[in-house]
């Protein structure tokens, strides 16, 4: 007999009842609707990754009554969430004596002069517990709080349990000047974009130059770039920008020397260091074919050592100690992490590396951290100066009026020998890392070998981590794109050692990361955009538009039941582009791209005519509705590659007859770029994110003479006429 839930026996045993009470999911539905239930091997290595043993029948009778008094032996949770603007019930753990209490010290230092209600509870719901009965009394929270992370203390008895108390908006509002007028931007991949002052990526002073650009040239209100989490401080780099070592700090690579106030004090002899140094890259901006992080890097660091080593005047290094100041004791992990990894090497997962061997406060880090104190304070003035330099850049976007600017990209996790995780390790989920299970693209499912946020240490902590994480996000920016926003409420943990397919969902309290969220965004007065492309349950998608986050429309995604969605018939309250950095660029798309770079990779499952020619059936359903909707001359179809740019720039005019509320437009469609940022399910078998930015004609395209490419000022019309 088919089924899809648990049965009351499977559900009853003591393993499951210890899964579902620690928020593991012991089954799920899958893609096709297909049932599956979790293993109990599986199930055993997640509840020990979360630090409760469940290897035996009594291990895990005592992990049960461990969870239970955890439960019980507080008077309230560790972390409370209150939506401003209506009452919120607190239920509190009383023995049936007990009258509690409760006062809100607010985030400011100040006490909360409102009223907290109690509700006594009449003890038939009482419970036994330690030789007392806990029944559920409540505390009744008011409207009036103010938004903000605050502290609930509660007494009763003899007993007193705080709380961190996190009180949100209901909903992140939509600034109605962006509704009136809806503002349209572009997608761009930093470091593809070259200067002929960059050192062979695109960095900080481009990116500022870009912003003002794009809003004076082509009057854009945002910029969408790739995630600028740090990355390892020597080479070799990690290309890929969603595997970083921190997302709490930023990716010092991308400074640019020369702007560096202190550079003014240097003299002849390390100017002319510098520009030797410079020069010995300078070429690696005209290469169209790979960018060479590694040789930009080896050039740039002893040039920042130079400027470094300089000295500050009074003034700056009051702001830089003011910077460590508010950054610590984050900002002195980090750098620890940076001088190790710099002295003692690449961490390796064999068991065998410092990362293993020692914590950030080990006898022996301190000893290194003693022996190398300039280049401990060099990673630390690093993160100063990226910072300095990338708030430059949203500084610049709004004075060139731009009403965004920088949206800035979240990624999903950290690499697991990290700093965040190296740093703070008791925050993270050892021996797990996150994926997906099987779908109709990757049969085995995806493992991206990330390890997860431990969510009872997320609600011990008040959620400390994720606030930190998002308020320094929003610091320079005036959006925020969540990469794989479900996992806000639902990670794949799989084992380690273990297959993709072989994990289970880990639930997280979506309510309280969505209320952090929503406190961060308006404190900001920004924009979150979700990433919720692909197998996202109904709910998820009704929880981000009550919480007015923005979902993800991409043109080539919008299908149903084999046949393409109108335009005007996509949700409003999304964010719509034609691709992502996943897919081909437009043109690459009309050329088939996606099956012949598949293909060429031997990641195709099905043989290559067969999905050829779902290919053509699919592009000839999207040309229908372009032709249909009056945006493409069906007679173009006859001669694609002699129609290429009016068939891209139909695309769009498709994108602009929708109500999205925001629209973004790829820097690659701009310019008639037809090679792949990033093809899922490979490393180093296709260079992903190592990509130039270059023309149809494969001709670089420097990031002075961008805005004024004919191809681009062309869809910049496009957009203008038809939006």
């Given at each position: 007999?088919?089924?899809?839930?648990?049965?009351?026996?499977?559900?009853?045993?003591?393993?499951?009842?210890?899964?579902?009470?620690?928020?593991?999911?012991?089954?799920?539905?899958?893609?096709?609707?297909?049932?599956?239930?979790?293993?109990?091997?599986?199930?055993?290595?997640?509840?020990?990754?979360?630090?409760?043993?469940?290897?035996?029948?009594?291990?895990?009778?005592?992990?049960?009554?461990?969870?239970?008094?955890?439960?019980?032996?507080?008077?309230?949770?560790?972390?409370?969430?209150?939506?401003?603007?209506?009452?919120?019930?607190?239920?509190?753990?009383?023995?049936?004596?007990?009258?509690?209490?409760?006062?809100?010290?607010?985030?400011?230092g100040r006490v909360f002069t409102g009223s907290l209600r109690v509700n006594a509870g009449?003890?038939?719901?009482?419970?036994?517990?330690?030789?007392?009965?806990?029944?559920?009394?409540?505390?009744?929270?008011?409207?009036?709080?103010?938004?903000?992370?605050?502290?609930?203390?509660?007494?009763?008895?003899?007993?007193?349990?705080?709380?961190?108390?996190?009180?949100?908006?209901?909903?992140?509002?939509?600034?109605?000047?962006?509704?009136?007028?809806?503002?349209?931007?572009?997608?761009?991949?930093?470091?593809?974009?070259?200067?002929?002052?960059?050192?062979?990526?695109?960095?900080?002073?481009?990116?500022?130059?870009?912003?003002?650009?794009?809003?004076?040239?082509?009057?854009?209100?945002?910029?969408?770039?790739?995630?600028?989490?740090?990355?390892?401080?020597?080479?070799?780099?990690?290309?890929?920008?969603?595997?970083?070592?921190?997302?709490?700090?930023?990716?010092?690579?991308?400074?640019?020397?020369?702007?560096?106030?202190?550079?003014?004090?240097?003299?002849?002899?390390?100017?002319?260091?510098?520009?030797?140094?410079h020069d010995s890259v300078r070429s690696l901006n005209s290469n169209t074919e790979r960018?060479?992080?590694?040789?930009?890097?080896?050039?740039?660091?002893?040039?920042?050592?130079?400027?470094?080593?300089?000295?500050?005047?009074?003034?700056?290094?009051?702001?830089?100690?003011?910077?460590?100041?508010?950054?610590?004791?984050?900002?002195?992990?980090?750098?620890?992490?940076?001088?190790?990894y710099d002295k003692w090497g690449e961490p390796t997962h064999d068991g065998s590396s410092?990362?293993?061997?020692?914590?950030?406060?080990?006898?022996?880090?301190?000893?290194?951290?003693?022996?190398?104190?300039?280049?401990?304070?060099?990673?630390?003035?690093?993160?100063?100066?990226?910072?300095?330099?990338?708030?430059?850049?949203?500084?610049?976007?709004?004075?060139?009026?731009?009403?965004?600017?920088?949206?800035?990209?979240?990624?999903?996790?950290?690499?697991?020998?990290?700093?965040?995780?190296?740093?703070?390790?008791?925050?993270?989920?050892?021996?797990?890392?996150?994926?997906?299970?099987?779908?109709?693209?990757?049969?085995?499912?995806?493992?991206?070998?990330?390890?997860?946020?431990?969510?009872?240490?997320?609600?011990?902590?008040?959620?400390?981590?994720?606030?930190?994480?998002?308020?320094?996000?929003?610091?320079?920016?005036?959006?925020?794109?969540?990469?794989?926003?479900?996992?806000?409420?639902?990670?794949?943990?799989?084992?380690?050692?273990?297959?993709?397919?072989?994990?289970?969902?880990?639930?997280?309290?979506?309510?309280?990361?969505?209320?952090?969220?929503?406190?961060?965004?308006?404190?900001?007065?920004?924009?979150?955009?979700?990433?919720?492309?692909?197998?996202?349950?109904?709910?998820?998608?009704?929880?981000?538009?009550?919480?007015?986050?923005?979902?993800?429309?991409?043109?080539?995604?919008?299908?149903?039941?084999?046949?393409?969605?109108?335009?005007?018939?996509?949700?409003?309250?999304?964010?719509?582009?034609?691709?992502?950095?996943?897919?081909?660029?437009?043109?690459?798309?009309?050329?088939?791209?996606?099956?012949?770079?598949?293909?060429?990779?031997?990641?195709?499952?099905?043989?290559?005519?067969?999905?050829?020619?779902?290919?053509?059936?699919?592009?000839?359903?999207?040309?229908?509705?372009?032709?249909?909707?009056?945006?493409?001359?069906?007679?173009?179809?006859?001669?694609?590659?002699?129609?290429?740019?009016?068939?891209?720039?139909?695309?769009?005019?498709?994108?602009?007859?929708?109500?999205?509320?925001?629209?973004?437009?790829?820097?690659?469609?701009?310019?008639?770029?037809?090679?792949?940022?990033?093809?899922?399910?490979?490393?180093?078998?296709?260079?992903?994110?190592?990509?130039?930015?270059?023309?149809?004609?494969?001709?670089?395209?420097?990031?002075?003479?961008?805005?004024?490419?004919?191809?681009?000022?062309?869809?910049?019309?496009?957009?203008?006429?038809?939006?």
């Amino acid at each position: 007999m088919v089924h899809n839930t648990e049965s009351d026996s499977r559900l009853a045993r003591p393993l499951i009842r210890l899964a579902n009470s620690l928020g593991i999911s012991t089954s799920y539905i899958g893609q096709t609707h297909d049932y599956h239930e979790a293993s109990d091997d599986v199930l055993i290595s997640i509840i020990q990754s979360m630090g409760y043993d469940a290897s035996n029948d009594e291990k895990i009778r005592e992990s049960l009554r461990r969870v239970r008094a955890q439960e019980y032996s507080r008077l309230i949770p560790p972390t409370i969430l209150h939506i401003q603007g209506a009452e919120s019930v607190v239920q509190v753990n009383t023995t049936l004596l007990e009258s509690p209490t409760g006062t809100i010290t607010l985030e400011d230092g100040r006490v909360f002069t409102g009223s907290l209600r109690v509700n006594a509870g009449d003890g038939s719901a009482a419970v036994p517990f330690q030789g007392s009965f806990i029944t559920k009394t409540s505390i009744i929270l008011p409207v009036d709080i103010p938004v903000g992370y605050h502290t609930l203390t509660v007494n009763a008895g003899r007993r007193s349990t705080r709380a961190t108390l996190i009180c949100a908006p209901k909903r992140i509002t939509f600034d109605r000047d962006l509704e009136l007028t809806r503002p349209w931007g572009w997608m761009a991949q930093l470091y593809s974009i070259r200067s002929s002052e960059s050192w062979g990526i695109g960095d900080y002073v481009d990116l500022a130059q870009l912003l003002q650009n794009a809003k004076r040239k082509t009057g854009a209100d945002f910029m969408m770039i790739n995630p600028l989490h740090a990355s390892e401080p020597v080479a070799p780099l990690t290309p890929s920008p969603y595997l970083p070592s921190s997302r709490n700090f930023l990716n010092f690579t991308y400074i640019r020397p020369e702007s560096i106030e202190e550079y003014n004090l240097l003299g002849q002899e390390s100017r002319d260091k510098i520009k030797q140094l410079h020069d010995s890259v300078r070429s690696l901006n005209s290469n169209t074919e790979r960018l060479d992080r590694d040789a930009m890097w080896q050039a740039k660091m002893p040039a920042l050592w130079t400027i470094f080593k300089a000295g500050r005047s009074f003034e700056r290094q009051q702001q830089f100690d003011a910077f460590r100041t508010a950054r610590d004791p984050a900002l002195t992990a980090y750098a620890t992490w940076c001088l190790a990894y710099d002295k003692w090497g690449e961490p390796t997962h064999d068991g065998s590396s410092w990362i293993q061997a020692f914590s950030v406060d080990s006898p022996e880090v301190s000893d290194l951290c003693s022996k190398y104190p300039d280049t401990l304070s060099f990673y630390e003035w690093l993160e100063w100066i990226a910072d300095e330099q990338y708030g430059d850049a949203q500084s610049s976007a709004r004075s060139a009026g731009m009403r965004i600017g920088i949206m800035a990209d979240l990624a999903v996790g950290v690499h697991a020998l990290g700093s965040d995780v190296w740093g703070s390790p008791e925050r993270y989920a050892r021996g797990t890392t996150v994926g997906a299970p099987p779908d109709y693209f990757n049969q085995q499912g995806q493992n991206w070998s990330q390890p997860p946020f431990e969510p009872h240490n997320l609600a011990q902590t008040g959620y400390r981590a994720y606030r930190d994480m998002l308020h320094h996000m929003f610091a320079h920016a005036g959006a925020l794109r969540i990469d794989h926003i479900l996992g806000l409420f639902r990670l794949w943990w799989i084992p380690s050692g273990r297959g993709a397919r072989d994990g289970a969902y880990v639930q997280y309290d979506a309510g309280v990361m969505l209320g952090i969220l929503a406190i961060e965004a308006q404190r900001a007065n920004g924009v979150v955009v979700g990433e919720d492309l692909g197998i996202v349950p109904d709910y998820v998608r009704e929880s981000l538009k009550s919480h007015g986050i923005l979902g993800c429309v991409v043109e080539w995604f919008e299908q149903r039941d084999g046949s393409f969605i109108k335009p005007e018939d996509w949700t409003p309250d999304a964010i719509a582009s034609v691709n992502t950095h996943d897919m081909p660029p437009a043109s690459g798309y009309l050329q088939f791209e996606q099956v012949s770079l598949r293909s060429s990779l031997h990641l195709l499952n099905e043989p290559l005519d067969q999905v050829m020619a779902a290919a053509r059936i699919e592009q000839r359903a999207l040309m229908n509705v372009l032709v249909d909707g009056g945006w493409i001359d069906r007679e173009w179809l006859a001669d694609i590659p002699q129609h290429e740019q009016d068939i891209v720039e139909g695309q769009y005019k498709a994108l602009c007859a929708s109500p999205c509320k925001l629209l973004a437009v790829s820097i690659a469609d701009g310019v008639g770029e037809g090679r792949t940022q990033n093809q899922p399910g490979t490393n180093n078998e296709y260079p992903n994110w190592r990509i130039p930015l270059a023309d149809a004609n494969g001709d670089g395209v420097p990031a002075e003479e961008l805005f004024i490419h004919q191809r681009l000022q062309s869809l910049t019309h496009i957009m203008h006429r038809y939006c």
